[in-house]
């Protein structure tokens, strides 16, 4: 038990954070708006974990302009999608060892 | 952490895969309707042609352009008809669901989309530029078979086998040329209606 909850990552104990990795796992790439729009947070709250997930460098940032406004696109990196990987199997694990 | 919250964490992550990376709002109401619109305008076109025999058909367009504006006029309508009835279905449903529509998901549906249809819609006029009119019906039907498969990547399987029906119905189109009314008719009337039913039946109850 104690063993695989070690597996359980930090950076994911927060939901939000989770629900980031997940969309950013299961898509090329997703931006800001469309982020919020999807997970029904405040702009501040988004903000804020994607700077958490930016830190661990799980998640990388393009910004651009479309037009005159600002774009900013959010992709999983490699070191993300390993541990989101990780995370998912941890769990499996968990359901798995108490059945 | 207990094994009823790992695995609600589970599935609670792996719907937000799907929402984020699919695009669910289109409506099956509207593949019946659209398949309803190419019915009644096979049927309009059957009857300008009806003193032409079936085996015909092809050189019936070419000695007679009026009809040629006349199909081409119909084949426009029910297009802009579908597409207009689609995306208001669409709008609708996903108000509903209080999902944005223009989201990144449906953004690269509608490129996977675009290319085939465009490459398509230039074949077409191409081949009408050229007074090729046999292979136009197995033209459109192949095109929009292509586009449908690009675009189901970014939302249900289902949208695929249309495709593929569609492609099916292209090729056979163009095995027995002058029979392209009749295969416009079943693939974009009946292939759409049954589609839309399923599609009904099987999301939306």
């Known amino acids: ?99 | 952490m207990n094994e009823k919250d790992a695995f609600a964490e589970l599935s609670s992550i792996r719907d937000l895969m799907e929402r984020s990376s699919k695009f669910i709002s289109l409506s099956g109401l509207s593949g019946i309707l659209a398949g309803m619109y190419a019915l009644a305008g096979a049927g309009w076109a059957y009857l300008l042609l009806k003193h032409h025999s079936w085996f015909n058909l092809g050189s019936a367009y070419e000695k007679e352009p009026d009809i040629l504006m006349q199909l081409f006029l119909i084949a426009l309508a029910v297009l802009i008809l579908s597409v207009v009835t689609s995306y208001w279905l669409t709008m609708r449903k996903a108000k509903s669901r209080q999902e944005n529509v223009w989201n990144p998901v449906s953004k690269r549906m509608l490129t996977a989309i675009a290319i085939p249809m465009i490459t398509g819609g230039l074949f077409m006029g191409i081949l009408l530029l050229k007074d090729v009119y046999t292979p136009i019906a197995s033209a459109s039907l192949i095109f929009y078979g292509l586009a449908l498969v690009a675009g189901s990547q970014y939302t249900y399987d289902d949208v695929k086998w249309l495709g593929i029906g569609e492609i099916i119905l292209g090729l056979l189109a163009l095995l027995l040329p002058g029979y392209g009314l009749i295969f416009w008719a079943i693939g974009f009337g009946i292939l759409h209606i049954i589609y839309g039913a399923i599609m009904h039946y099987k999301y939306e109850r």
Not at chain 1, 13 to 31: H, P, T
Not at chain 1, 62 to 71: C, E, H
């Open chain 1, 1 to 99: 038990m104690k063993d695989s909850l070690e597996h359980f990552d930090k950076a994911f104990e927060n939901r939000i954070r989770l629900q980031i990795m997940s969309v950013l796992a299961a898509n090329i790439g997703y931006d800001f708006n469309s982020l919020k729009d999807l997970l029904q947070i405040t702009d501040g709250n988004l903000a804020s974990h994607i700077k958490a997930l930016e830190k661990e460098e799980y998640i990388s940032i393009t910004k651009s302009f479309i037009g005159k406004k600002p774009n900013t696109q959010y992709a999983i990196t490699k070191k993300g999608k390993t541990a989101f990987k990780k995370h998912l199997q941890a769990l499996e694990n968990l359901i798995k060892q108490q059945k």
